[in-house]
């Protein structure tokens, strides 16, 4: 299969979303926490203060900003009155745009008496998405960390500091984030989103851990499956190291059920390995297929085409007649290799009862080259006769490394057949 892995490339910008809820003047409005007793300040200071709000209503920030600053230079200011002018400042910043001048305004409104717990962390909130938003990472995840260490388990704050790892190429932290947040969301029952999954997926890719990447596809495939996560994990599963070239039809079966074969060269080698596995049925299905997606039967092999279509009906047609011939062989053979292949094409003739039970006949005879390989075409003629269950208990016991397990677990992905998949991905 040659396909290269391109998905996540032209989705990271939509994963890494268009920004986070910056400071507006009304951020700064704080609901005050302290007894009422501590809220006061002195007489001299209420006509400056009254004047430094009328100029922040006229919008008269510079004007504003000297008040409050000669305000300032009062001695024996009470602590409550360097709140109200950190706060007035605040306001100024956010009406100028002057971050650096905000921050330290929230910093210290942050650290008085003065503020109810969740208005500080809507400031430190605020302030991170402003940092972030300005393309300013390194702060915007120190105040989001700021805010994590008070709630950890904060949504919105681990998807900020997350995304700006990932803008600073710092994959590793990027991974270490959205994991955990991925197990906060299994803990609580909750789906993660898709955005977190993209991004996850790419910075994986990012650091080259295919086996990641591919663990994150199936995860998408579970909850947001598309055509082209299957083309992708299937491509990642087949080149890794390890896996078995007996596997290749079985790699076929999968990419034919999630409607991933796309060239006419890819129907023709399934349906010459279905052949070649004595599966003239499967072969018939398959170059069918082939011409139904007019992939086979036009162009400059389309002789050829033809000819190995007519093959494969004489073939199938042909093996209808031999299949009790070929059960008794099977039943008096050593292993139990004969059984397995006749089981599975009488399950793929529709004959569903009696191929599962030939071929668990197989299975319990042994003698076979690998137990794995035949339990995975059992579990899938278990799912071809709807029997979903014991299908998984089948697949779920496979554990080789040859490639056996991966597409096991892959085919309780699939949708029953006639069934609605989830909706795609957009």
Do not use: C
């Not at 992708?232 to 599963?237: A, G, N, V, W």
């Not at 050593?334 to 094409?345: A, D, E, F, H, P």
């Amino acid at each position: 299969m040659k396909k290269t892995s391109y998905l996540f490339a032209a989705m990271l910008l939509a994963a890494l979303g268009s920004g986070f809820y910056p400071v507006t003047v009304n951020a700064v409005q704080a609901q005050e926490a302290a007894e009422p007793a501590k809220q006061t300040v002195r007489a001299e200071m209420g006509k400056p203060l009254n004047e430094i709000q009328e100029l922040l209503n006229a919008k008269q920030f510079p004007q504003a900003l000297e008040k409050i600053n000669a305000l300032d230079a009062l001695d024996k200011k009470t602590p409550y009155e360097m709140f109200a002018i950190h706060r007035l400042r605040a306001v100024v910043a956010s009406g100028t745009n002057d971050s650096a001048l905000l921050a330290s305004s929230f910093d210290n409104m942050i650290n008085t008496e003065f503020l109810k717990e969740p208005e500080k962390l809507r400031l430190m909130e605020a302030m991170a998405g402003t940092w972030f938003n300005e393309k300013k990472y390194p702060l915007a995840r120190e105040w989001a960390s700021r805010y994590l260490a008070k709630d950890p388990a904060n949504q919105g704050m681990n998807n900020l500091l997350a995304r700006a790892y990932y803008l600073e190429n710092d994959y590793a932290n990027t991974i270490k984030v959205l994991n955990a947040q991925l197990a906060e969301d299994d803990k609580a029952k909750r789906t993660p989103t898709l955005e977190n999954l993209k991004l996850l997926g790419g910075s994986y890719q990012q650091i080259k851990d295919k086996n990641g990447y591919a663990t994150v596809l199936e995860r998408l495939i579970e909850l947001y499956p598309q055509k082209e996560y299957w083309a992708d994990i299937l491509y990642t599963i087949e080149n890794r190291p390890g896996f078995s070239d007996r596997l290749r039809l079985d790699m076929y079966r999968l990419l034919l059920a999630t409607n991933n074969l796309e060239e006419g060269p890819q129907f023709v080698e399934m349906t010459e390995l279905a052949l070649l596995a004595g599966l003239p049925a499967e072969a018939k299905t398959t170059v069918d297929a082939g011409y139904a997606a007019n992939l086979l039967g036009t162009g400059k092999d389309a002789s050829k085409h033809k000819q190995l279509r007519d093959k494969v009906n004489k073939q199938a047609a042909d093996d209808i007649k031999t299949l009790d011939a070929g059960e008794a062989s099977a039943k008096s053979a050593k292993t139990g290799v004969g059984l397995l292949n006749i089981g599975y094409n009488y399950v793929i003739n529709g004959q569903h009862e009696k191929g599962l039970a030939l071929m668990e006949q197989g299975l319990a005879k042994g003698g076979l080259k690998s137990v794995d390989e035949a339990k995975l075409h059992l579990g899938m003629a278990y799912l071809q006769a709807g029997n979903r269950d014991k299908a998984k208990e089948i697949l779920k016991s496979i554990q080789s490394k040859d490639g056996a397990a991966d597409l096991a677990r892959l085919w309780l992905l699939v949708p029953p057949a006639g069934s609605k998949a989830a909706p795609a991905a957009k």
